[in-house]
């Protein structure tokens, strides 16, 4: 088939334009003429919450990448619709995750169907986890757009039905970042980053936002230390905040837990994200909503056990005493203490060795291809 790819990819940056060119590559490897037509503007600077969109990394050089699309430009919509139907794909595969994108989404889609060209959306989110009056609607205009979908979590695909229970619906899990390089050992990775190789870490890692729990991992980290009293354990928070930093450092302040927890505030370029998940004993993520996670595949590639709530997709991806525990915020200081006792770590570690093979990029690309 020739496929193109609408949306984000190299020079923005962040695990959704890691996704979309890994599963490129996948699609090409499987004999399919892929192209990807990412953003000349994805959010203006004033809206974007970060220090910037945009990666340092040199361009891939096996992936054809345009950029075209100006997310708040009618015109760009129009030209990038034009383009496409120029080129005369069998599918155009288009990634959703944000209302604040369905208009010149859903825009492309719609010019690009009335041409005769299949789209095929994947949808990461369908309601938001940052709620605004206007979402509903856009989302509802996005779906309209598209004759297929494919969720990668049964929450997604719920959500989904409520706006429209008529379009063809395919599941496959979010598949496993391997574009971080290989495991390293657990000194080294201390050294790349700065840490002591005494101390285990227990690691929040990604964006920080609200909804993603840190506040109540900071209460859950004071609580099993006091009970505890162990030593030689540090809370490992690496991120760049995308919510009100001040906040949180004040919690650790007057949780007085300064002195356990580390915070690396910056995002983390790919180079170095080995390094974090090698070092550490669990990856934690407390969040309060979640679709499916794009950090549960980082840990499932590098062997990290992980330790997430019961929302959304995440039982669907962690099996609860498996690969880590799946458990409310009151269980989140026992599921931590567990995670560093070695023997149940060596185990969920090998247990995770056998889990991971579910999570493949082919099974993505036969779901996103209808094969």
Known sequence: MKIVFLGTAHPYRGGIASFNEMLARQLSDM????????????????????????????????????????????????????????RRPDMLFVRYWSPYLAPALGSVCRMVR?????????????????????????TRYFIGSADRFVCMSRQVEGELAMFDSGKPVSFAPHPIYSNYGEPIERVRACDLIGLDPSERYALFFGLIRDYKGLDDLLEAWAYYKESDGAKGKTLLVAGEFYADKSAYMQLIESLGISDSVVVHDRFIPDVMVAAYFCASDMIVQPYKTATQSGVTQIAYHFGTPM?????????EIVPDGRVGYVVGKD?????????????????????????????????????????
């Not at 005769?116 to 979402?135: K, M, Q, S, T």
């Not at 931590?336 to 149940?344: E, G, K, S, T, Y």
């Open 31 to 86: 004999g399919h003429d892929v192209e990807i037509i990412t953003f000349t503007l994805q959010y203006p600077s004033f809206l974007f919450p970060g220090k910037t969109q945009y990666s340092d990394s040199p361009a891939p050089d096996d992936l054809v990448i345009d950029r075209m699309l100006n997310s708040i430009a009618p015109w760009s919509w129009l030209k990038t619709a034009g383009e496409i139907k120029r």
């Open 331 to 371: 269980g989140l200081a026992e599921a931590m203490q567990r995670c560093f006792n070695a023997d149940i770590n060596a185990a969920l570690r090998a247990n995770i060795a056998v889990e991971k093979e579910r999570f493949s990029w082919r099974r993505m690309a036969e779901t996103v291809t209808g094969g």
């Open 114 to 138: 009335k041409a005769g060209i299949e789209v095929v959306a994947l949808a990461d989110n369908i309601i938001p986890h940052e709620r605004h009056f206007y979402d509903n609607m856009l």
């Open 307 to 315: 330790i997430v709530t019961p929302v959304g997709g995440l039982p």
